[in-house]
Structures are given as C-alpha cells and as structure tokens.
C-alpha cells in the first residue's frame, strides 16, 4: 500500500539509496523543484525512476505556476505568465482573459506530461488584501475573489484537460496573510463574516476540484492556538465543513518556517488534524525516512480522495497547440 506522503528528491538523478528509500517508504508521490530540472530527456528518466522505485503510478508534483513560481524555466521550457499577467492583459474582458488562462494551462499540461509530470500545484485561489506580504503579490489572478474563482477554474480545467491533476492553494486563504509562512507564521485576525464573503469563496466556488493544499496560517476566528494545515477545527468546520471540500487534502511543505516541531511531529500533526497527505519537499533522505516513520497508509476516505484524484490522468482531451500558443504570446506580449 501506498503511504500518506509525498516526498521531495535530491537532485537531477536518483541515486541507488533514494531508489531503495522510495521502494520502502512507498510515498504516494513526489514533488519536483529546480534542482530536480536540467532538460526534458533528463526529467523524464528522473519522474520513470521514481515512479519505478515506488512500484505504481503516483503523484508527480511540481509548482508551475508562471512567473516567479515556475520550476521549469526556460530555455528548456516555455516562459509562463505570472497569474495577474490574465486580466492586466485583458482587463476589460474577463471572459477573454479566462480563455487564455484556460489555454496557457493546456499547454502547461501536455509540458508536464512530456516529462512524466501529472500534477500542478496551481490554480492558487488565495484574495490579496491591500497591505498583506508581498509573498502572493501577482500570483493571485485578481484582487476580487468573483475573478479569482473564475480565472481559478479556467486554469483548472486546462489541467485537467491534459490530464494533469490540478491542486488548489493556499486553503482555506492565504491572501490576508501579513507574513511569509516559508519563513514565519502568520496570523490572521479577520472575523469569521469577513473570511466568509471573501478568503473562501474561490475555495467554496471550486470545493468540486480533486486536490487542494492547505495554509500555514492562523486564523484566531477559529483556532488561534495553529495553523490551518495542523488545525482539526479549521480542518473539520472550515475546510470539510464551510467551505465543503471532500477531494485530497495535502499540507503546505513541512519545512516551512511556519511550523515547529521536527519533522516526524510536524507530519503526524498534520495527520492528525485531519489532512490525507502530508507534503515533504526537501528531498533529504534523513527527512523522508523520518516522515515515513509516521505517515500511515492511504485507506479509508483518504485512498478513495486519492484514487479518484489520480483518476484525472486518464482525461486527456485534444487540442489545438497553435491556437493555444497564439492566446500565451498574446498575454505575455500585452502583459509585459
């Protein structure tokens, strides 16, 4: 069986002990960065490798949003606008700027799976607030969150059209955030009303999608005492609850700041809180031998999420590339 975790990678190429880790350990994916990335020919032996080593198809993550998130870069892969880039280009037809969104993802996917990469950790439905830390700035498609669930869902459905699974982040919000939780813990004092008719509504508009990362956020209106990734009350009656999220539900990196504890706390926290999987990232073996100590298996509800997640792999729907590329260098010559 396959366990509750997903696992970051050394470098460019397995090493035989990383082989023989992932085959004991049995995460239920990997997550890949630059480091992992020197050309298609390359990533690809490296997503086979891993995916070998486990024994069965996992998920393969990677974070390419566009712009300052994108792991892939060129010149070995195509340049992606940032998230805001959509409506700057087409700020008087939103249904346009949805349109490109939807066709940049598209090609985004058939990328991905070029290299054996499934997942995306994209759309990110957080709602800047005026004043919040620059971490989300021109990741967030909009600064109303209408626009943001909608642009969210054109990037959604573009994944999955490419049979990439797509993951929404950061639930329950992290656009009110006055800090980096890769490097501090932030807190966020909004009432429940204010969190209610903004923070959620992209994550309650998209509540159907398959996959979802959590905060590393405090929201003192429901739990002050942790962060949403370890908190079961926001877990339960926000995440579950409110918003009616029912699809895979995995945490934010363990190794940020954030949080406290060492590493094997930090995982059975997040367990415990009520997530599925816990995400891992830093691709030390000593990390993902220790978060393996505590991860359980995937049963239950958590293995059906998983399953019907990984369902998404088998939708691929054509496309026209021309097309597509026509509405990307569209939106970054008019964004730029």
Not at 91 to 97: K, L
Not at 247 to 267: I, N, P, R, T
Request: charged share 20%; hydrophobic share 50%.
């Amino acid at each position: 069986m396959l366990s509750a975790f997903i696992a970051g990678l050394e470098g460019p190429e397995l090493t035989p002990r990383e082989a023989a880790v992932l085959r004991a350990a049995r995460p239920c994916g990997v997550i890949l960065f630059a480091r992992n990335a020197v050309d298609p020919d390359q990533l690809r032996r490296l997503t086979g490798a891993a995916s070998a080593a486990v024994g069965e198809d996992i998920l393969v993550l990677v974070d390419q949003e566009g712009g300052r998130v994108q792991r892939l870069r060129p010149p070995q892969w195509r340049a992606l606008p940032a998230a805001a880039a959509y409506l700057r280009a087409f700020p008087s037809d939103p249904g346009r700027a949805a349109h490109a969104a939807r066709a940049s993802a598209r090609l985004t996917a058939a990328d991905l799976r070029a290299v054996g990469i499934n997942t995306n950790c994209a759309p990110l439905l957080d709602v800047p607030e005026p004043g919040s830390h620059a971490v989300i700035g021109d990741r967030a498609y909009a600064g109303g969150a209408e626009q943001v669930a909608s642009l969210g869902a054109a990037v959604a459905e573009g994944l999955m059209a490419g049979g990439v699974l797509p993951v929404m982040k950061h639930i329950p919000g992290h656009g009110r955030a006055t800090a980096d939780s890769h490097f501090d813990l932030p807190v966020v004092g909004a009432a429940r009303e204010a969190l209610e008719a903004v923070d959620f509504v992209p994550f309650r508009k998209l509540a159907a999608l398959p996959a979802a990362m959590s905060a590393h956020v405090v929201f003192t209106a429901y739990d002050a005492d942790a962060p949403a990734s370890i908190s079961k009350r926001v877990t339960q009656d926000v995440i579950r609850g409110s918003i009616g999220f029912d699809g895979l539900l995995m945490s934010d990196d363990l190794a940020m700041k954030a949080l406290s504890g060492s590493v094997a706390e930090k995982a059975a926290a997040v367990i415990a809180a009520g997530s599925d999987v816990v995400l891992a990232c830093n691709g030390g073996l000593e990390e993902t031998e220790a978060v393996a100590s505590v991860a359980p298996k995937l049963a239950g509800r958590a293995l059906q999420r998983f399953e019907r997640a990984r369902a998404v792999f088998g939708q691929q729907q054509p496309f026209e590339i021309a097309e597509a590329e026509a509405c990307l260098a569209e939106v970054l010559h008019l964004a730029a």
